[in-house]
Nanobody, 122 residues
Framework: QVQLVESGGGLVQPGGSLRLSCAAS????????MGWYRQAPGKQRELVAS???????NYADSVKGRFTISRDHAKNTVYLQMNSLKPEDTAVYYC????????????????WGQGTLVTVSS
């Protein structure tokens, strides 16, 4: 099994910053991609940012220039630095990872964290 544990959510004022962390643990050979998604009340879950091999990253247009995704391969951990937060960033943020679960690197397991709530409000 593979588990993702998120931390770092909370209440912040507009214009403030938060840093989310997500650590992968369990039985796997490596982690391919990692990402952050969010789901606001009454809305569908959407991709916020993703990162592959620590180099190639992708961002939703709504967070470009404000959020930064990074990864520590040694710790199997992904971070999301969120700056200039807006009320519309309020959502439950979920970590997602594609874990390699076979020695030939042909089998992947998609794993999700339990979610962490980010509330941006004055």
């Amino acid at each position: 099994q593979v588990q993702l544990v998120e931390s770092g959510g909370g209440l912040v004022q507009p214009g403030g910053s938060l840093r989310l962390s997500c650590a992968a643990s369990g039985s796997f050979f490596s982690i391919n991609s990692m990402g952050w998604y969010r789901q606001a009340p009454g809305k569908q879950r959407e991709l916020v940012a993703s990162i592959i091999s620590g180099v190639n990253s992708n961002y939703a247009d709504s967070v470009k220039g404000r959020f930064t995704i990074s990864r520590d391969h040694a710790k199997n951990t992904v971070y999301l630095q969120m700056n200039s937060l807006k009320p519309e960033d309020t959502a439950v943020y979920y970590c997602q990872a594609m874990a390699v679960v076979s020695a030939d690197r042909k089998r992947y397991l998609e794993v999700w964290g339990q979610g962490t709530l980010v509330t941006v409000s004055s």
